[in-house]
């Protein structure tokens, strides 16, 4: 590492060069070339066809998103008008979670497009489109397409959910990705076939060309752009004996694709591909320091693993320490085996049995390592002072190695301090989740001393699920927050908005006690039956956890699912709460006669803040000095009604159709909201 110090003084201006440009971006955001246009014109670039829905995204001005409600046969190429509604993409609404607004700016996507009519104006493709619908056309014929598809043509959409959902817990994702190896591997190829025909000049300049052309059939991919200007970089630097050191081409690299579009640094493909190959690069000689295949490749993973690390807490929130281990079998059936028969499976199909074969063995292989799950960490999102520390803890690790000091264990000591920091918290907090058109709360007690999810969230669209809550947002936000296990999952009453991702969340996720209203409906019995632990049927009664009591008020039993909605109460840090489900004022009127209610601090408003609830009488009683609305945005209900918001005008209102998930420190006071 001490060998690259002189380097900073060319890397240093540089990076200090980038990293103001990016800031520059960051605050200005983009400079879009339309504002909020009816009509669109441009050529299809990429087409995703599902059940519901056509996802479009399209060259005109500049690259537009378009999201189509209909059927539509779309070929590449295509030159389409579009009439609808152009929009800003969303934002994340919760903590820590995916944010889609950045990863399509990563993409150069500034729009998304709502199109009510699509018109063909031109189907005449050019050339280029036409070759690149054929591959893709080509790949249907296998058995092994979804695949081909993934390693050869770069788009990975169409593989299994539950196999890639193991990829991931294995930490072995990124073989899905065209890497600088494949890319490597892919050019030594082609300069092989070349120089066998062509001068080594000649061959260079083909190679170049075929590389940007399969930039262009695969989306010019930040990976893959990546390691193609790497490629042209090195062979500029070889070709004129420039003579600069790899360290320098990887940073010019990087300048350049930011200079390009300084947006890439929210795409996870392009940070780690940089970060772990500039830790690779910087302790190649303590790679290199090992001659045993199976040593060195061990180190490679190791190194490579503790690079990610920070990164995939953030974004995926958990650890599989035996991820390097298992990188030792699948790298090189991947990089040696599976990618080069794929490679040739993709010209002669006859090969594709021997493919479909090695994926069978390599997907069992994922299956059953991903169930290996007791050194898998669930880690809570780290903010940017504890990311920084992270990586200087690294440094220092990689570093006293290369010196013949072995600290590894050190760093694996505080992965599992930090996966059990949990235990440390001192703050009591409630969350109302921002779920849509529906409800979910956490309740996070200090000291992990109890984790209480009040209902799931859930939308229906023609019968089906608008879109997996539980996985997309419920589980993802509860492991951000270094939650491993829910002690109670309380569902206030059987209506899909409050309960239907129960079931997901139950298969999914750990859950001790399963809270339940006395009367169950048909999606109730279905949870119940998914669920094998502890079920607790309640209306009104006292559920003790730790030295909280959660109190439920309503045993109205009317058969009605709103009005015999669970009411909890409880005290926490000395604030009242009071929870009032899809309540109605019909329950209020039962609360207000049967118990001498207190003020509260913090009042959940019933039934997402609708006209059936909140009368005047009940708020004037509770006089909440926090009320709190889940509402969706844009909802077709109206909520929250303008009278309910009229009654508690003379509280502090969030929702989260305006202000995202609402995050309350009980024990500090403090709130925070998204936006």
């Known amino acids: 590492m001490i060998a690259y110090m002189p380097k900073l003084k060319i890397i240093l201006p540089f990076s200090i060069f980038i990293i103001i440009y990016i800031i520059f971006f960051q605050i200005n955001g983009p400079v879009s070339k339309y504002t909020k246009e009816s009509e669109i014109i441009g050529y299809i670039y990429d087409c995703q066809i599902k059940e519901d829905k056509v996802t479009i995204k399209v060259k005109a001005k500049e690259n537009i998103l378009i999201n189509y409600y209909d059927k539509f046969n779309c070929k590449l190429g295509q030159k389409i008008k579009a009439k609808g509604e152009m929009k800003k993409p969303n934002k994340n609404t919760n903590f820590n979670l995916f944010n889609y607004q950045n990863y399509l700016l990563s993409e150069k996507i500034y729009h998304t497009f709502t199109a009510s009519n699509i018109q063909i104006i031109d189907s005449n493709q050019n050339i280029f489109y036409k070759i690149k619908e054929k591959l893709y056309k080509h790949t249907e014929k296998y058995k092994t397409q979804n695949y081909l598809q993934a390693l050869v043509l770069g788009y990975d959409n169409n593989l299994n959910e539950d196999i890639k959902n193991s990829y991931q817990t294995n930490g072995i994702s990124h073989l899905l990705a065209i890497s600088g190896a494949q890319i490597t591997l892919f050019t030594c190829l082609l300069l092989f076939i070349f120089n066998k025909i062509f001068s080594k000049n000649t061959s260079y300049i083909l190679t170049i060309i075929f590389l940007i052309f399969y930039l262009f059939i695969t989306n010019f991919q930040a990976s893959i752009l990546r390691a193609t200007i790497f490629f042209i970089i090195l062979t500029i630097n ?37 970060t772990i190959s500039f830790f690779l ?7 290199n320091t090992y001659k045993n295949f199976f040593s060195k490749n061990l180190v490679i993973s190791l190194i490579a693993f503790l690079a990610s690390t920070p990164i995939l807490i953030n974004n995926f929130f958990e650890i599989n320490l035996l991820s390097p281990l298992i990188n030792l079998y699948f790298i090189p059936l991947m990089s040696c085996i599976i990618y080069p028969i794929a490679l040739l499976t993709f010209i002669f199909k006859p090969l594709d049995n021997i493919l479909f074969f090695l994926i069978q063995i390599m997907e069992n292989a994922s299956l059953f390592f991903s169930k290996i799950n007791f050194l898998n960490l669930t880690m809570h999102h780290v903010n940017t002072s504890i990311f920084i520390l992270y990586y200087l803890l690294i440094i220092f690790i990689l570093y006293k190695w290369s010196k013949g000091k072995n600290y590894l264990l050190l760093f694996f000591i505080i992965l599992i301090f930090h996966h059990n920091i949990n235990y440390l918290n001192p703050y009591s907090e409630i969350t109302m989740i921002d779920v849509g058109q529906g409800d ?55 209506d899909y908005d409050h309960a239907g991702m129960a079931i997901n969340l139950i298969k999914n996720f750990k859950i001790n006690n399963l809270v339940l209203n006395k009367g169950n409906n048909s999606l109730e019995n279905k949870i119940i039956k998914s669920f094998n632990k502890n079920i607790i049927n309640i209306s009104s009664g006292t559920i003790k956890i730790y030295n909280i009591n959660l109190i439920f008020l309503n045993d109205l039993n009317t058969h009605n699912e709103n009005d015999d909605s669970l009411i909890i109460y409880t005290n926490i840090e000395n604030k009242n709460i009071l929870l009032m489900g899809d309540a109605s004022k019909e329950s209020e009127k039962y609360l207000l006669n049967t118990y001498n ?43 929250p009604h303008q009278i309910t918001l009229k009654n508690l005008k003379n509280s502090k209102i969030f929702t989260t159709k305006n202000d995202g998930a609402i995050k309350i420190n009980l024990t500090k006071g403090t709130i925070k909201t998204v936006r």
């Open 238 to 274: 070889k070709q004129f004996e420039l003579k600069i050191d790899t360290i320098t081409l990887l940073a010019i690299t990087c300048g350049i694709l930011l200079i390009y579009n300084p947006y890439y640094i929210h795409n996870l493909g392009f940070i780690l591909s940089f």
């Open 281 to 287: 690069i910087i302790f190649s000689k303590l790679i």
């Open 440 to 494: 979910s709360i956490l309740i996070k007690l200090k000291n992990n001393k109890g984790n209480i999810l009040i209902d799931t969230g859930g939308e229906l669209i023609d019968g089906k699920p608008k879109y997996d809550i539980a996985n997309n947002i419920t589980i993802p936000y509860l492991k951000s927050e270094g939650i491993d296990h829910l002690d109670y999952l309380i569902l206030t009453h059987g």
């Open 597 to 639: 209610l207190p003020k509260m601090d913090i009042l959940k408003v019933g039934h997402h803040g609708s006209d059936t609830s909140s009368s005047k009488k009940f708020i004037q009683t509770v006089s909440p000095n926090i009320s709190l609305i889940s509402a969706g945005k844009n909802n077709i209900y109206g909520h």
